[in-house]
Every structure is written in C-alpha cells, then in structure tokens.
C-alpha cells in the first residue's frame, strides 16, 4: 500500500501559476498509473491529468496546454504544474495511484484562484 501527502495548494490571481506535489510513502516505481482529481464545491471529482510509469500523459480538455504532469521517481514525487489559472479551476486537487489493484487517495490540497 501506499501513503499520498498534497502540497503546494494556495490562492492566486487569475493567470497565476501554482506547483503542486503529492509526496508517496514508498518507491513510486512500480506503480504503473498516477493521477490528479480535482472536486470543486458542488461538483463530482473529474480527472485533471494522468502519467504511465513509461511517463505517458493524458490531459483533461480543460488544462490542455497550461497544466504538466511529472513524476520525480527518485524522490517518490507526483507533480502537477499550473500555469494560466483561471477561476474555473478552484476546487481541491488530490493525488491517486493504482497500485496493485487499488485506488489509493491523498487528503487533497486547495485551489483557489480569484478573478
């Protein structure tokens, strides 16, 4: 099993930027998929962005082209950078991983970004 810890969460101003982490517990290696959810309030939970231990991304329509998806396998790190934010994208992001045949969650981290 693994642990997930979220970082990085603040508030900015529309266009800003913010750089999220989510620190695992164990090697992140092995885990063959890892994720970013975000839930704005009122809303279900939606993917944000994806990466295959072969560093194969996906990206939801919505971050196409200002958000990036990274692992840092060294530091047992999942990064999410966030560039040109946009009101829209306030909500708490949290961080999964499929290992093993189990989701496993962060506590998820703040997003708040003001027009």
């Known amino acids: 099993q693994v642990q997930l810890v979220e970082s990085g969460g603040g508030s900015v101003q529309d266009g800003g930027s913010l750089r999220l982490s989510c620190q695992a517990s164990r090697s992140i290696y092995p885990i063959n998929l890892m994720r970013w959810y975000r839930q704005a309030p009122g809303k279900q939970r939606e993917m944000v962005a994806s990466?295959?231990?072969?560093?194969?991304?996906e990206y939801a329509d919505f971050v196409k082209g200002r958000f990036t998806i990274s692992r840092d396998n060294r530091n047992n790190k999942l990064n999410l950078q966030m560039d040109s934010l946009k009101p829209e994208d306030t909500g708490v992001y949290y961080c999964?991983?499929?290992?093993?045949?189990?989701?496993?969650w962060g506590q998820g981290t703040q997003v708040t970004v003001s027009s």
């Open positions: 999964n991983a499929y290992l093993y045949w189990t989701n496993y």
């Open positions: 990466i295959t231990s072969d560093d194969e991304t």
